[in-house]
Structure formats: structure tokens, C-alpha cells
């Protein structure tokens, strides 16, 4: 499902987008990101990804969303080695990788509903459908009373749980989430969380990078454990 | 109840707008500074369009009548004691002449009926008609050189006024046309600006798009469409604007082509236009649009992975 093969990342002017991301963080600029990171995960399952900051979690979901390609070793995520892969072929795929994000990264300018239908509009899927299955997402995540709602209106935790229905709109195989409890408070955090280990029971393998040793307490699973850029314990 | 309802519409409505607009294009590229500096250009290209489609009419009309005309004039017994009939076929033995006529006498009378009255006291001359094979390049030299095959000829050379004005009409269709280039990447350099503003503006947008699987050509094809629908508008609105203006023109030009200036609005040449041409000036400005954003995204998507 996932596999790194020794993978080594290095943030070269020339290997890293020249524009730079919105989901950049403090540290991806430093020379040397990952060294020899080597792991699988297999489909289906649940992973923690810990570290202190700068530890390199951001790099590894990063090149698990197809964002980054290694510089140095073999990264495969569903099936397709990222070295090889065309960037043609990239979106594609993409669309089969839901992504969660602490800052939430949801469109201010459209309303819940929308934000959560995007990815089944960029499909291309038909409006009919769109409709139903953003009910149902919308219903899923607790926000059906604020489906025409911009998200400047919703609190923290509405605004993660809409960034998590748009993220799994799509039924995705694999379930990124790069601190998505890092700006809500204990509640909405254990709130997101429930909802991440239901995608998880529901098939999707899920990946959660977090700092958040209590949540990781209550919610017991596997655990990728990174230092300055190495994987230093696995499981 | 009614009320509540049409405001559930159109707030329906919006929604399902702004879903069809994730980008928010509608507010980065708006509706207004752009078509109004493409109606400015439009208006711009109307006006090197006609002018060079009536440079063009006029370089046509004078080189098919007058400017192929040379007359030459003989004394009034030349017709009579074989004179005309000598200088008739050495003339059209001449490769610069196409034909050579004698001008019938009863028109000449009426060509100079307002000079010389009803019944000229003094005897007319026999004149001969030439058409050219085609513009000389020396009108002067052609008239010597028929001077001196007509002995007693007296040879008038509207070519050469006619030369330079041809020469002049064709100036200003080169410089329509070249106006027109002009107008036409001055527009593009608006559009790439105005993409380039819309990109800035929604950055962060086209990463989540792009991060949420959309390709190039959907993320191109936003802002593209945006460009061309508000570059169209603009085209077409400046042509609306050039319609009555050019009609003004032709109005004024209506009498060196041979025909009548208009009384009124209605009265005025429209049929003259390029409507072809105005018709194709906003569609072709919409695809101009259209290409540039195109263009101008998709080397800025490049960047991403």
C-alpha cells in the first residue's frame, strides 16, 4: 500500500517546486530532510507518525501525497512508484488520497457544502450524486445544520470536521493527516479523531502525524517514529 | 411566503455559482477593468480594420480606373486625315497598353459642356483613351516614351498623382495592419497580466485544487474560460462602440468612392462596413483570451508537482 525504501529527501532549490506549497511548514527548507527512511504500511492499517518538530513528519506526508519525489531511494504509494510515475498521471491518483491539514486549508469563498463537493466536481462527477453523497458526508461529520455556511463561521473544530468530510468525500484508499487536531481543543480534538478511526474500521488506511501524546494514548495504534530526519522506531 | 422562497432561490442560486467557481475567479477577475481596456483595444482594432479595409478599396478603385488612364490628345483634324488611325494601332502595338480608344466626340462635349457651353466655338480635340496593363513605375518616362510614338501627341499622365496616392493608401494599410498586431499583443499583454494578478490572488486555491487531484488543463481551463467570456465582452462592446464611428467614416469617404454622403443616421453607409470582420473582431478576441490564460496558468502550474 505505502512502502519506503531508503528513501533520502533533500530540499535542493532545484528539486523542490519552485512556487513552494500552502502546506510548506517551518523546517522543509533545511538541506537534508529524510535519511534512509525505510518502512511499509499495509492497506487497512492505522499509523501514528511522531517526532519532535522538524523531525521530518511533514516531508514523509508529504511524499505520501504526492506533493514531494525523493531524492534519493523508492517511495510507493498505491501501487505507483513516485519515481517513475509521469506528472500526468499524478492527479489521478491524488484523487484516491484524502489529505487533512492542521490550518484546514478549506476555500474561504465557498460554503461547506461546496468545499466538500470539490473533489467529486473535480472528478467530474454528476451534480445528482454530488448532492447525495455531500449529505451524507455532511451528516457523517455532524455539520448538516452548516452545509451553506462559510468556513470563517464555523469553529475550529467544525472547520477540521468539514476539511475531514471533503477529505474522505472521495472514499480515499489512503487518509493523510498532518496534525489535524493541532488547533482544536480536547473535545474536537478526540471529536476528529473518532472520525479518522472510523475511516480506518471502514478499510482506508490512515496516516496521523501528531504531537499530541494524549490522543495517541487514547487511541493506541502503530507508530512511525521519526528523529531529525530518520525513522528511529517502528511499531 | 413568497419572499422567504425567492430569496431560498437565489441563495441556491449562489451557491450553486460559486460551486462552479471554485477559484472565486468571479471576484479576482472581475467584470470590469479588463473588458473595459479590451473594448478600448477592440475599439482600436475596429478602426485599423476599416481603415485598412478602405485603403485597401480605395488602392483597388484607383488602380482599376483612373490610375491605369493616360489620355492623349491630338489636334481636331486627326481624325479625319488618318492620324488617329496610326496613332490608334502604334499605341496598341505599345506592351504598356492594354487598349487605346478614341473618346467618343459627344461625350467629350458633355465632359466639357460646363466650360464651354451647348456649342463649343472652338473645335475640340481628338482624344485618346489608354488603360494600362498596370501602374507604371515611371508615369513620366511611359508619357515621353508615347510622346515620341505619336508625333503631335500631347500626353496627360494622371498616373503620377494617382502613383502616389496608391502608394499612400497602401502605406496606411500597412500601418492598419500593423496597429492592429500592435493592439493585438498589447491585449494579450493585458490578459497575462490580469491572469497573473487572478493567480496570485488565488494561490493557495490552485494548490488545494491541485493537491485535491485537479489537473492542469481543469485549473487552465477555470481561468481561461473567465479570460474569454470578460475578453469577449470586452471585444464586442468596443465593436459596438467602432459601428457608428466607422459609419461616420464611410459617410465621409462616401464621395471618393463614387458615392453619396447620408442625410441622416439611417441614411449612412452601413452596408459599406467590414461586418465580417467587426463580427469576427470578439470572437477572435475571446480566443486571444482564452490562449493567453491558457498559456499563462499552465507555465505557472508547471511549478507544482
Excluded at chain 1, 499509523?47 to 519525489?69: E, F, T
Excluded at chain 2, 472565486?24 to 481603415?51: F, K, N, Q, Y
Excluded at chain 2, 510614338?149 to 500626353?155: D, I, L, Q
Excluded at chain 2, 495592419?177 to 497573473?196: K, N
Amino acid at each position: 500500500m505505502v512502502r519506503f525504501a531508503g528513501v533520502g529527501l533533500r530540499y535542493a532549490n532545484a528539486a523542490r517546486p519552485v512556487g513552494g506549497l500552502a502546506g510548506d511548514r517551518p523546517g522543509a527548507g533545511e538541506p537534508a530532510a529524510l535519511h534512509d527512511v525505510s518502512f511499509t504500511l499495509p492497506q487497512g492499517s492505522f499509523h501514528w507518525l511522531l517526532g519532535p518538530s522538524g523531525a521530518g513528519k511533514s516531508s514523509v506526508l508529504r511524499l505520501m501525497q504526492l506533493s514531494l519525489r525523493p531524492t534519493s531511494g523508492s517511495v510507493e504509494v498505491l501501487g505507483a512508484d513516485l519515481s517513475r510515475i509521469r506528472r500526468r498521471d499524478l492527479p489521478a491518483l491524488r484523487r484516491r488520497i484524502g489529505t487533512v491539514w492542521q490550518d484546514f486549508r478549506l476555500l474561504p469563498h465557498l460554503p461547506v457544502q461546496d468545499n466538500v463537493a470539490l473533489p467529486l466536481r473535480i472528478a467530474g462527477r454528476a451534480e445528482g450524486q454530488i448532492r447525495a453523497d455531500v449529505a451524507e458526508m455532511l451528516r457523517w461529520a455532524g455539520l448538516e445544520s452548516k452545509a451553506g455556511q462559510l468556513p470563517a463561521t464555523l469553529s475550529g473544530g467544525e472547520q477540521q470536521r468539514a476539511a475531514l468530510a471533503r477529505a474522505v468525500v472521495m472514499r480515499p484508499a489512503l487518509l493523510l493527516a498532518d496534525e489535524p487536531t493541532g488547533n482544536l481543543d480536547t473535545v474536537q480534538a478526540r471529536r476528529v479523531l473518532a472520525l479518522l478511526h472510523e475511516m480506518h474500521r471502514l478499510g482506508t488506511t490512515v496516516v496521523v502525524a501528531t504531537h499530541a501524546e494524549a490522543l495517541v494514548e487514547a487511541y493506541p495504534a502503530p507508530a512511525l517514529w521519526l528523529e531529525r530526519g530518520r525513522l528511529v522506531s517502528h511499531g | 411566503m413568497a419572499e422567504p422562497r425567492l430569496r431560498h432561490g437565489a441563495e441556491a442560486r449562489l451557491r450553486r455559482s460559486r460551486g462552479r467557481d471554485p477559484l472565486g475567479l468571479r471576484r479576482v477577475m472581475s467584470d470590469r477593468l479588463l473588458p473595459a481596456l479590451v473594448a478600448a483595444m477592440a475599439l482600436l482594432a475596429a478602426l485599423a480594420i476599416a481603415g485598412a479595409r478602405g485603403a485597401a478599396d480605395l488602392t483597388s478603385r484607383w488602380e482599376g480606373g483612373a490610375a491605369t488612364a493616360m489620355t492623349v490628345q491630338l489636334p481636331s483634324a486627326a481624325a479625319t486625315d488618318g492620324r488617329l488611325t496610326r496613332a490608334l494601332a502604334t499605341l496598341a502595338a505599345m506592351p504598356e497598353v492594354a487598349e487605346a480608344r478614341a473618346m467618343d466626340q459627344a461625350r467629350l462635349r458633355a465632359l466639357l459642356r460646363p466650360w464651354l457651353g451647348e456649342a463649343p466655338a472652338v473645335p475640340l480635340p481628338t482624344i485618346i483613351e489608354l488603360r494600362l496593363e498596370e501602374l507604371p513605375r515611371d508615369p513620366a518616362a511611359l508619357a515621353d516614351r508615347i510622346a515620341t510614338a505619336v508625333p503631335g501627341g500631347a500626353v496627360e499622365a494622371h498616373g503620377v498623382w494617382v502613383a502616389r496616392l496608391v502608394a499612400l493608401a497602401r502605406s496606411l494599410q500597412a500601418v492598419a495592419l500593423a496597429a492592429l498586431l500592435l493592439v493585438a499583443g498589447i491585449a494579450t499583454a493585458v490578459v497575462a497580466v490580469a491572469v497573473r494578478a487572478g493567480i496570485a490572488a488565488r494561490r493557495e486555491a490552485i494548490t488545494i485544487l491541485h493537491d485535491l487531484g485537479a489537473t492542469d488543463t481543469d485549473i487552465a481551463g477555470r481561468f481561461a474560460a473567465r479570460a474569454a467570456l470578460l475578453v469577449g465582452l470586452g471585444g464586442l462592446a468596443g465593436t459596438l462602440v467602432a459601428a457608428p464611428v466607422l459609419a461616420g467614416f464611410a459617410d465621409l469617404a462616401a464621395p471618393l468612392v463614387g458615392g453619396q454622403p447620408g442625410v441622416d443616421l439611417l441614411a449612412l453607409p452601413w452596408g459599406k462596413l467590414p461586418w465580417l470582420e467587426l463580427a469576427l473582431l470578439p470572437c477572435l478576441a475571446a480566443g486571444l483570451g482564452w490562449l493567453t490564460a491558457q498559456a499563462t496558468v499552465r507555465r505557472w502550474l508547471r511549478r507544482l508537482p
